[in-house]
């Protein structure tokens, strides 16, 4: 029997606010510390899902749209949105906003791939993804996409690897 699970069931959310020791001499947050968080949100969602521990396998192009600023808050969300055997692709997106006005605006997206590790440290089962919303039902749509074009990534590097 094949276990499935909502996509809803890994949502994961951080809402943090962005403090001076967090950004740059622009004033606007570290993209280090964004993509550090996002791997962490992200890496709960994973296991929310997988109900195992998860290592981070790899991360698609970190897209930063715009910038957060001291005193914003920073909101990352993550969920789970397609799942192989014992892998899964979890989107992120960045928000951040704006505590006095409540502007939110889109700071950065990524895709992340998790792989859930048993007791034993190697690669474990992991259940399928039931997509509800619109959203989760593009998501996981382009997903096949997105993992052959990292597959074909990954078989390029190593070939190179190989060539030097």
């Not at 929310?48 to 909101?75: K, L, N």
């Not at 993550?78 to 692709?89: D, H, L």
Request: net charge positive.
């Amino acid at each position: 029997m094949e276990i499935s699970k909502k996509a809803k069931e890994s949502k994961t959310i951080l809402t943090d606010l962005v403090l001076p020791p967090d950004t740059n001499f622009h004033g606007t947050m570290f993209g280090g510390k964004v993509m550090a968080n996002a791997d962490k949100v992200a890496s709960i969602a994973a296991m929310r899902h997988a109900r195992a521990a998860v290592v981070t396998a790899s991360s698609d192009s970190m897209d930063f749209i715009a910038p957060i600023h001291t005193g914003e808050a920073i909101c990352i969300e993550a969920y789970v949105t397609f799942a192989r055997k014992t892998s899964m692709e979890v989107y992120v997106k960045v928000e951040a906003e704006n505590l006095i006005s409540g502007e939110k605006r889109l700071t950065a997206t990524a895709y992340m791939t998790f792989v859930a590790l048993n007791s034993e440290g190697k690669p474990t089962p992991v259940p399928k993804v039931i997509a509800e919303t619109e959203e989760e039902k593009w998501q996981y749509v382009g997903a096949e996409e997105r993992f052959q074009t990292r597959k074909k990534r990954t078989e390029e590097r190593k070939k190179r690897q190989q060539n030097q």
